[in-house]
């Protein structure tokens, strides 16, 4: 068999199991054109085109040229006159975030920075690299930084809910970093 013919061959398979696909479902032609987004004759269109490929020598180049000469229907324009709607738009206030889920967004942020710096921190003491000790310097500061915001957030009109909800993991790391930093004198 010819590279030629090998090509028409496999282009012929590949529309073949196209069609038996699009065969396998057990919709009656009417039911499946008023589902259809698209107009009738662009779907009449698709199966003539589909079964002049399987019988053509250069599937690929007739379906371009028969693609770019599918009728369109233009776009539905609604009229000038048209009523709009008189009332204002509603909002839903119970999907819209509050104060404190901001501030705990930004607490929660801090937070995860001072995580990294203390994991990398633990690694560094774990390893007794020469870094670890600034690396504890970083992880210290960047939660002081954390517990000063968390300070000025409970502060604020929602402070207690800001407490329940993010004020156990801040004082867990504080701990962390606390115990890092007494095995690292303890070395």
Known sequence: MSSEQELRHRHQRKL????????????????????????????????????????TSSPSRLLAISTTKLPTTPLRQTPRN??????????????SKSSADSLIETLQDQYFTAC??????????????????????????????LKSMFEDACKGENGEEIKNRIGNRIRELDNAVQALERSALEE
């Open 16 to 55: 073949q199991i196209a069609l038996d696909w699009i065969g396998n479902f057990d919709i009656e032609e009417e039911t499946a054109t008023m589902f259809s987004l698209r107009p009738i004759p662009v779907q009449k269109a698709t199966t003539t085109i589909l079964t002049r490929c399987l019988s």
């Open 82 to 95: 048209s009523r709009r709607l008189a009332h204002a738009p509603f909002t839903r206030t119970y999907t």
């Open 116 to 145: 990294d710096e203390f994991e990398i921190a633990s690694e560094e003491t774990e390893k007794k690299s020469v870094y670890g000790p600034g690396d504890r310097e970083a992880a210290r500061e960047e939660l002081n930084k």
